[in-house]
């Protein structure tokens, strides 16, 4: 997953969590929002239905007190106790005893009546222009046949308020007069201070019509003395408003106040009593609290855990990052330069081929990388792969990438096809390394060679890298098809040739090799062909510069002196007089510390003299330590082997090899028997001369290899070569040609 996938995903989750977050908040919202006018509305029905109640109690209560008035006026009308003075006046005084009213009366239609006022005496000359003014009403309307309540007066026995009940007195069915007792209000304060108003949170007031207090329940909130609800802190000033419309018009309302940071809910109603309302007061908030408290704590709570998640989000997504950052640092990074890796490389070289045509990819590595990190150790190598990723960066172009795949190879993506311009480039960071790293001390140079592809891509770039591999002389090679074929092949050898050792593919084929003196046969050169399973053949060039390179050659060539010894015992065994057989034998083996040693095991085994076996090896090999080569040669003559120098003068083959190295047999490269128009004759005869004559007086024979013409033949022999091969004579056949052609006459 790249950073923008990363990025895009936590972003899409962060508007998930705010936008269900936001969701779930709102959601609570409602549902506090819907619990709390539930729990309003709920309030409003139940203030309304108690209020109700508490109206009717009281209602309840005059009607209660006014019953017992008219119950006592119906005995009057049975008796005769209102026209006898004396008999009312005890009446009243015995029946005042047992109520609880202030004061009792009787008045007289006509004249005048009795009133009693326990504590206050009676009086016998009582009428009705005695009473006050709102009793005197009541009275009046009694006295027309209703039962009625007067309105509220001052007393004037005491500093209370008093109403009067009072009811029709009948004399023969007409009024004779009306029977009254007053009363307080106090008659409801058991009903306004019971504890059980909206479940005893509340408290229920009695007003008159203007909105002063009849009765003030003793549960009161406000405590301080005011005589109407308008005064002190009971109403705000919105409230206030509302209630002053209510009283005016007789409506009932709903209203808020607050005092002392207490909230309290009221409702206001009026009576079917006097003009007077009720004034139920609820402390909702104080009630609500505690369900409020929890709501609020629990969407605080709420909130508070959506920020914390918000924030571990921030918090997590920063790690994330960061981790993420190391993570893609890792995947798409080479932990040793900081280069990219080849993830890297070819996830962008995909995207820039898409659109860009004219580009190449080179590949680039170190020669003998392995040696850099011996001669300086692991950190030192390391340190020269940092100083390469510094000299490619500093030489590409915008744009231009490159990448450190394993080791020490790299790969760059070079905008442009030209391949002299590309060329040039390359040269200029294999230049810089080189420059550089040629340390003062050890005089090691670190050579870079690389191979590129035209709008091709990193695995051709190193089919072209791997086709310059050995050779120190070129540093740069194009992709071509041809390359890619040869690579396929070498793939093919080397993942067969194992199969093929073991399936004896590998065939002895035999080429003579004559005596010049009297045109005799006199030996043989073993030389090998892969015969593939279809019959057809592999000739040595094909096979054994891959094998000396992967060193395979080691087991082939020892298998080749095996099939040599198996032809000599098969010769031997027939009763054929044998001949030498010449068998070549590449560096690596021939340096090997055991291999004499091998060679005596195979001779043994077949039984074979080990002086019929010849071992060519390639002057090449004179590079190496001479010493070293000599006591090779030396212990291998001590076992009865032979030693020759193949293709003498085909290289660097100086003439102190011929002194130093105590070979048995000197083998002239053909390329002195083939003439060039460059070729200066005369001088040429005159080398091989002095060459074959040295050779003569150290002991060595020499052979001419290539021997084509007969020409050839007279001219080597003419200088004193000792023998010839070449296709003069015989091509390599196979060993069952060799010995039915030559071998059979030997018997
Ligand atoms: P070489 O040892 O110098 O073998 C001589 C090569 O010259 C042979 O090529 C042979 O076919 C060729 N030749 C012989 N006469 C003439 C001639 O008159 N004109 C021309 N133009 N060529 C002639 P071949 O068989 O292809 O072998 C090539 C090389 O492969 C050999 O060169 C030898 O170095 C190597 N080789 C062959 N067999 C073996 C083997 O079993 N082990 C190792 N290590 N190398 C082998
Ligand atoms: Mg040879
Ligand atoms: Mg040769």
Same mark, same amino acid.
């Given at each position: 997953m790249d950073e923008k996938k990363l990025r895009k995903q936590l972003v899409r989750m962060a508007v998930i969590i705010i936008c269900s977050s936001a969701v779930l908040c709102a959601v609570v919202i409602g549902v506090f929002a819907y619990i709390l006018r539930a729990s309003h509305e709920a309030d409003h029905t139940q203030m309304e239905t108690e209020t109700q109640e508490y109206e009717n109690r009281i209602l309840i209560q005059l009607d209660k007190n006014l019953q017992t008035l008219a119950t006592l006026s119906t005995s009057y009308e049975v008796s005769d106790v209102v026209e006898d003075p004396q008999k009312l006046e005890q009446s009243i005084v015995e029946t005042n005893k047992v109520t609880s009213f202030v004061s009792m009366a009787y008045i007289p239609r006509k004249g005048e009546g009795v009133l009693n006022t326990p504590g206050h005496g009676t009086r016998n000359d009582f009428s009705l222009n005695d009473c006050s003014e709102y009793a005197k009403e009541a009275i009046q309307r009694s006295l027309q046949g209703e039962n009625a309540i007067s309105k509220m007066f001052d007393s004037e026995v005491s500093d209370t308020k008093l109403f009067v009940y009072s009811v029709p007195v009948y004399q023969d069915g007409s009024i004779v007069g009306a029977l009254a007792a007053s009363d307080t209000l106090d008659i409801f304060k058991d009903i306004v201070n019971g504890n059980t108003v909206m479940g005893g949170r509340g408290y229920i007031h009695i007003l008159d019509a203007k909105g002063n207090f009849l009765v003030r329940s003793e549960?009161?909130? $406000?405590?301080? !003395? $005011?005589?109407?609800?308008? @005064?002190?802190?009971?109403?705000s000033e919105n409230a206030r408003s509302m209630a002053q419309n209510a009283f005016s018009n007789r409506e009932s309302m709903f209203g808020d106040f607050e005092y002392r940071g207490e909230k309290c809910h009221f409702y206001l109603e009026p009576m079917n009593f006097n003009g007077w309302y009720l004034f139920c007061a609820d402390r909702r908030w104080s009630a609500i609290l505690p369900f409020g408290n929890t709501i609020l704590l629990i969407g605080g709570a709420f909130i508070f855990i959506l920020l914390l998640s918000l924030v571990l989000l921030c918090i997590g997504y920063h790690k994330f990052r960061k981790s993420a950052a190391l993570l893609l640092q890792m995947a798409y990074f080479d932990s040793v330069t900081g280069a990219r890796n080849t993830v890297s490389f070819d996830r962008d070289f995909t995207e820039i081929s898409k659109t860009k045509k004219n580009y190449t990819i080179a590949a680039l590595n170190v020669h003998n990388f392995k040696g850099v990190n011996d001669l300086f150790g692991i950190a030192g190598g390391n340190r020269v792969l940092c100083y390469i990723k510094q000299v490619i960066e500093e030489n590409l172009k915008e744009g231009e990438i490159f990448c450190r795949a394993a080791a020490d190879m790299f790969y760059i993506l070079f905008f442009g096809t030209d391949k002299q311009a590309l060329t040039t480039r390359v040269e200029q960071i294999i230049t810089t390394v080189r420059e550089a790293t040629?340390?003062? @001390?050890?005089?090691?140079e670190v050579s870079l060679y690389s191979g590129l592809a035209v709008q091709g891509d990193r695995e051709k770039a190193l089919v072209a890298l791997q086709s310059i591999q050995h050779t120190h002389r070129i540093n740069t090679a194009f992709y071509n098809a041809e390359l890619h074929e040869k690579l396929r092949k070498k793939n093919i050898i080397e993942s067969y040739m194992q199969t093929a050792l073991q399936n004896k593919e590998f065939k002895l084929f035999l080429q003579p090799k004559y005596s010049?003196? @009297?045109? !005799?046969l006199a030996s043989a050169e073993a030389l090998v062909r892969w015969q593939k399973p279809d019959g057809s053949y592999r000739y040595p060039d094909e096979f054994i510069p891959l094998f000396e390179e992967n060193g395979f050659c080691i087991k082939l060539d020892l298998y080749m002196v095996e099939r040599a010894c198996e032809q000599i015992r098969g010769w031997i065994d027939a009763g054929i007089k044998p001949i030498p057989i010449s068998v070549n034998q590449s560096k690596l083996l021939f340096l090997d510390r055991n291999y004499p040693a091998h060679l005596e095991e195979i001779v043994k085994r077949y039984n $074979?003299?080990? !002086?019929f076996i010849m071992l060519e090896i390639l002057e090449d090999l004179a590079a190496s330590d001479l010493g070293q080569i000599n006591a090779q040669i030396e212990t291998l003559h001590a076992k009865g082997f032979k030693v020759s120098m193949d293709d003498f003068g085909s290289g660097y083959s100086s003439l102190n090899m011929l002194y130093q190295l105590n070979i048995d047999e000197l083998k002239f490269d053909r390329g002195f028997l083939r003439q060039g128009p460059e070729t200066n004759h005369e001088r040429r005869q005159i080398i091989l001369e002095q060459i074959i004559q040295c050779a003569q007086k150290f002991g060595i024979s020499t052979v001419a290899e290539g021997v084509e013409t007969k020409q050839d033949r007279d001219n080597m022999a003419i200088l004193g070569c000792d023998y010839g091969q070449g296709y003069f004579y015989e091509?390599?056949?196979s060993a069952a040609q060799f010995s039915e052609k030559y071998m059979n006459g030997r018997r």
């Open positions: 549960n009161t909130l $406000v405590k301080e !003395s $005011v005589t109407s609800i308008f @005064d002190g802190p009971y109403l040629t340390h003062a @001390d050890y005089s090691y010049f003196k @009297d045109d !005799s $074979v003299h080990p !002086s091509r390599p056949i």
